[in-house]
C-alpha cells in the first residue's frame, strides 16, 4: 500500500521538489521486469557523474546492502544521462530499500513493496500524457508534470494497493529530455513501476530510446530507430508492448511468438499499442487505423488477446466484443461480458491535452461507449480479481467513474477462438519489411534536418 501523505500536493510543493531532483541524486524510478522476481530502475545524473550502481537492502538503514552495478546511459540532445540498473531476485511479500549512487552524489532511501502470488492487482492506465516545454515559459514543464503527478494521488485514493501504472505512449510533447524527466518526476513512480510504449510524438526526438529501461527491449533488432517492443509478466497476466508506430510486421510477429512461447499459463493477455483502432477518433486518421488493424489484428486474433489499450485520438471510446474485425457481441447498456469471442479495444483520453473540439469527431459502428468531453482529464483503473477484468474510468477530480466494464473469463482461454494468420499475411511481412527499413532511414534523416542528433 503506498502512501501519498509525504508526496507533494501543491503547485509549490511540487515546484520545489521539480527543481532539486538532480541535487537529491536524479529522483529515481521504477519500470516493471520481466517477471515478478525484478524491477527495472532508472534516474538521471549529470554529465560529469560516472559510476552509477544501486543499493539495495531488506533493511531500512541499508547496513547490508547488495551494490548492483548500473549501465551509464549517454542521453542525445540533453544536458543530463540516465542510469541503468536491474534488480533480480526479489521476493514475494517484501519491502525492499534502495539508493541509487555516482562517484558524485547518492540519493535518498527509498522503498518499494512486492507483491504475493495473487490473481488478485489493480493497475492504473493512462495516455497521451503529452508533458510539454516550452522555452517561452518554463512553467509549461512544471505544470503539465505537476498535473500527471496530481492523476496518481487521485488514483491512490481510489486504489491504494496499485501495483503498476501503464502509460499508452505520448509521454512527452516534443520528446525531449527534459519532458521525460518531468514525466518521470512524481516520487510515486519510486515506489511503483511504471510501463510506458512509443507514440507518435514520443519519436520526435532520440531521446526515448535511452531513457525508459524497459523489460525484453533491444534497441538493435528493431526497424525503428526508437527501439524494439517488449513484454512482461504480473501474477497472471502478460502485457505485451507494442510500438504501433512501426508497420513492420515481422518485428510485431516475433514480439508476440517469444513472449507467448516463454509464457504460456498466463490468464489474461494485455495488449498496449498507441493508436486507436476503432472507437472515436478524427476522420482524417482512419486510413491509418485501417491499416493498423490490417496488421494486428490477425495477430489479436490468433493469440486471444483480451485487451487492447491506446490512445492517441484523445477521445474516449470502447468498442463491441470484435473478431476478424467484426463484431460478435454487442455491449449497448451492459456493464459486463462472460467468455467473449474476441477482444475489447479501449482507447483512452488525454491526461494534460483533452480534445478543445468535437469537430471532427466520428465514432465508428464499432464503437459501444465513449465520453466526449473537451475538459476531461482521463484516466482509468484496471482491477484483475481471478476471473474478472474491470475496467474503471474516471475523470479527473469525480469522485465517481463514469463508466465501468467487466470481462469474465472462465479458463486460459474462456471462448476466444483462436485463428490462424490469413493467406495474405505473408505479403504483408514481406512488404512491411521493405517499407520499414525505408521508412525508419526517413524518419531518421527528417530529425537530422532538424538539427535532432542520435
Known amino acids: 500500500m503506498t502512501e501519498i501523505k509525504d508526496f507533494p500536493e501543491t503547485l509549490e510543493q511540487w515546484r520545489g521538489h521539480w527543481e532539486g531532483i538532480l541535487d537529491k541524486g536524479g529522483n529515481p524510478f521504477l519500470c516493471p521486469g520481466a517477471d515478478d522476481t525484478k524491477r527495472n530502475i532508472v534516474w538521471t545524473s549529470r554529465k560529469d557523474e560516472t559510476e552509477p550502481f544501486v543499493l539495495l537492502s531488506e533493511n531500512s538503514s541499508l547496513d547490508d546492502a547488495k551494490r548492483i552495478k548500473a549501465r551509464r546511459i549517454q542521453l542525445p540532445n540533453s544536458v543530463v544521462d540516465t542510469n541503468h540498473a536491474e534488480l533480480c531476485g526479489l521476493l514475494p511479500n517484501k519491502t525492499y530499500y534502495y539508493r541509487c549512487v555516482t562517484n558524485q552524489k547518492h540519493s535518498e532511501i527509498y522503498s518499494f513493496n512486492t507483491k504475493g502470488e495473487s490473481d488478485i492487482f489493480s493497475c492504473i492506465y493512462i495516455s497521451d500524457v503529452h508533458v510539454g516545454s516550452s522555452k517561452d515559459n518554463p512553467e509549461v514543464l512544471t505544470e503539465t508534470g505537476f498535473r500527471l503527478h496530481k492523476v496518481f494521488l487521485e488514483a491512490l485514493s481510489h486504489r491504494p494497493d496499485i501495483s503498476m501504472i501503464l502509460s499508452g505512449g505520448d509521454q512527452a510533447s516534443s520528446g525531449k529530455a ?58 497472471n497476466a502478460l502485457f505485451l508492448c507494442i510500438d504501433s508506430n512501426n508497420s513492420c510486421l515481422g518485428d510485431h510477429i516475433k514480439t508476440f511468438e517469444t513472449a507467448f512461447s516463454e509464457n504460456p499459463g498466463c490468464k489474461w493477455k494485455i495488449l498496449m499499442i498507441h493508436h486507436d483502432l476503432y472507437g472515436g477518433h478524427n476522420k482524417n486518421r482512419s486510413r491509418e487505423n485501417r491499416l493498423l488493424a490490417n496488421l494486428l489484428v490477425p495477430l489479436i486474433d490468433k493469440y486471444g488477446i483480451d485487451l487492447v489499450t491506446g490512445g492517441h485520438s484523445h477521445y474516449y471510446s470502447r468498442s463491441h466484443i470484435l473478431h476478424n474485425k467484426k463484431i460478435v457481441e454487442k455491449t449497448d447498456g451492459k456493464s459486463e461480458t462472460t467468455n467473449p469471442k474476441g477482444t475489447i479495444f479501449l482507447a483512452s483520453g488525454s491526461v494534460n491535452c483533452p480534445r478543445n473540439t468535437k469537430k471532427g469527431y466520428l465514432p465508428g459502428p464499432e464503437c459501444a461507449a465513449d465520453h466526449i468531453s473537451t475538459d476531461d482529464r482521463i484516466y482509468n483503473i484496471f482491477d484483475f480479481q481471478g476471473d474478472r477484468l474491470t475496467v474503471r474510468s474516471y475523470a479527473m477530480g469525480k469522485k465517481e467513474p463514469f463508466e465501468v466494464f467487466s470481462i469474465v473469463k472462465h479458463g486460459l482461454d474462456g471462448a476466444h477462438p483462436r485463428t490462424k494468420f490469413p493467406v495474405y499475411y505473408g505479403l504483408y511481412r514481406a512488404i512491411t519489411f521493405i517499407y520499414g527499413l525505408i521508412n525508419n532511414r526517413i524518419e531518421i534523416n527528417r530529425l537530422h534536418k532538424k538539427g535532432i542528433k542520435e
Open 178 to 235: 527534459d519532458e521525460y524527466r518531468a514525466f518521470s518526476a512524481s516520487p510515486v513512480l519510486s515506489e511503483i513501476p511504471i510501463n510506458c510504449i512509443v507514440g507518435n510524438h514520443d519519436k520526435k526526438n532520440f531521446v526515448y530510446t535511452y531513457f525508459f529501461n524497459n523489460p525484453n527491449y533491444k534497441i538493435d533488432g528493431s526497424h525503428s530507430f526508437i527501439g524494439s517492443d517488449h513484454w512482461f509478466t504480473h501474477n
